[in-house]
């Protein structure tokens, strides 16, 4: 039986092997290995994503170059987007997997879906302290 997988990611960067962030990273190994076991995985991500997966962008770019250049000032306005993303197309998919926090756990609350959700714990602070500590990190 052919898993279908859903990736929300965080929008803090673009998933890439040679990302900034450590889950954006890890991402890209995970889907890729996915990708090979045969499953149908899509994510919801930044466009500039590098992935095997079905892409679904739901931003031009990594937030972090876009609250830099003060063309936005909450993350919380593209969680509710990513959230919303995920109520949309959910229902197509075996496991919903979020990698966003407060995202993960609304889908788990607010839908009404048959499929498995899975949430991790937040990177955001992670990422903005990083951000913070490198300011010409990409």
Not at 44 to 61: E, F, R, Y
Request: glycine share 6%.
């Amino acid at each position: 039986m052919t898993m279908r997988i859903l990736h929300l990611a965080p929008l803090w960067y673009p998933i890439a092997k040679d990302a900034p962030g450590g889950i954006e990273t890890f991402l890209a190994e995970l889907i890729f290995a996915q990708v090979e076991a045969g499953s149908v995985v899509s994510v919801v991500a930044s466009a500039d994503t590098q992935t095997a997966a079905h892409l679904i962008p739901i931003v031009a770019g990594g937030l972090v170059q876009t609250i830099r250049a003060a063309e936005a000032a909450e993350y919380q306005y593209y969680e509710q987007h990513l959230l919303q993303t995920a109520l949309l197309h959910g229902e197509q998919y075996d496991i919903i997997h979020s990698h966003s926090w407060r995202c993960g756990l609304r889908v788990i609350w607010h839908s009404r879906m048959e499929s498995p959700r899975i949430a991790h714990p937040s990177t955001a602070p992670v990422l903005r302290r990083h951000a913070i500590i490198f300011p010409n990190s990409s």
